[in-house]
T-cell receptor, first 116, second 110 residues
C-alpha cells in the first residue's frame, strides 16, 4: 500500500488567496483526520470523518476553513481566504476501527503551507 | 490543565545514555496510550503502544501508571538515530479519538 497520500507537499501563497489541500487515505480505512502542526500549538485536530461523514469539526479555527470528503478515497481541506497565521504543516491521517480499538493512525507526509 | 502534557525538552544526551520521558494526562477515563515518534520535517509514526502491564521493544520500555495518570518511555543505549520528537498520545474509552501531547525533543550526540 502507498500509505496516506497528500498533495501538494509544499504550498506558498499570498494572503487572501484560496488554498486547497488534498488527501487520499489508505484504502479500507474508515476514519480520516485533518491536523495542523505549529511550533506554538503542537499538533491540533481540526476535523475528522467517519465513513465520509464529518463527525467533529470543533477544531476548525474559523469559517475560513472547510473540509469535505466526497468519497472514501479523497478529502480536501480548503482555506479561503488564507492568512499568514494559517502557515503550518497540515497532516492528514487515517485508520480503521474495524473489529476493535485503534492501534495506530497512519499519517501522510504533510503539506507545508506558507502564507505570505 | 492541558489534556496531555509533556516536557518539551530538549533532552540532550550522549550516545549510550539512558533517557526517560514522562507524560501526564488529565482524563482518568483514558483507556489507550501510545508513543509516537516524529523526525524533523516528517510525519508522526507509531513507536509503541503502552499496556497496563508495561511493555518492552528492544531498547524501548513503556510504562503506565494509572493511579498517578502518567505514562513513561525509557530508551536505553541511546543511538544517534534516536534523535527525534516523541509524542505522547492518549485516547478516552468512548471516543477512540487520540489526543496528542506537544512532544519531547531528544538530541543524542556523539
Amino acid at each position: 500500500d502507498a500509505g496516506v497520500i497528500q498533495s501538494p507537499r509544499h504550498e506558498v501563497t499570498e494572503m487572501g488567496q484560496e488554498v486547497t489541500l488534498r488527501c487520499k487515505p489508505i484504502s479500507g480505512h474508515d476514519y480520516l483526520f485533518w491536523y495542523r502542526q505549529t511550533m506554538m500549538r503542537g499538533l491540533e485536530l481540526l476535523i475528522y470523518f467517519n465513513n465520509n461523514v464529518p463527525i467533529d469539526d470543533s477544531g476548525m479555527p474559523e469559517d475560513r476553513f472547510s473540509a469535505k470528503m466526497p468519497n472514501a478515497s479523497f478529502s480536501t481541506l480548503k482555506i479561503q481566504p488564507s492568512e499568514p497565521r494559517d502557515s503550518a504543516v497540515y497532516f492528514c491521517a487515517s485508520y480503521s476501527r474495524a473489529g476493535g480499538p485503534v492501534d495506530t493512525q497512519y499519517f501522510g507526509p504533510g503539506t507545508r503551507l506558507t502564507v505570505l | 490543565r492541558k489534556e496531555v502534557e509533556q516536557d518539551p525538552g530538549p533532552f540532550n544526551v550522549p550516545e549510550g545514555a539512558t533517557v526517560a520521558f514522562n507524560c501526564t494526562y488529565s482524563n482518568s477515563a483514558s483507556q489507550s496510550f501510545f508513543w509516537y515518534r516524529q523526525d524533523c520535517r516528517k510525519e508522526p509514526k507509531l513507536l509503541m503502544s503502552v499496556y497496563s502491564s508495561g511493555n518492552e521493544d528492544g531498547r524501548f520500555t513503556a510504562q503506565l501508571n494509572r493511579a498517578s495518570q502518567y505514562i513513561s518511555l525509557l530508551i536505553r543505549d541511546s543511538k544517534l538515530s534516536d534523535s527525534a520528537t516523541y509524542l505522547c498520545v492518549v485516547q478516552s474509552g468512548g471516543s477512540y479519538i487520540p489526543t496528542f501531547g506537544r512532544g519531547t525533543s531528544l538530541i543524542v550526540h556523539p
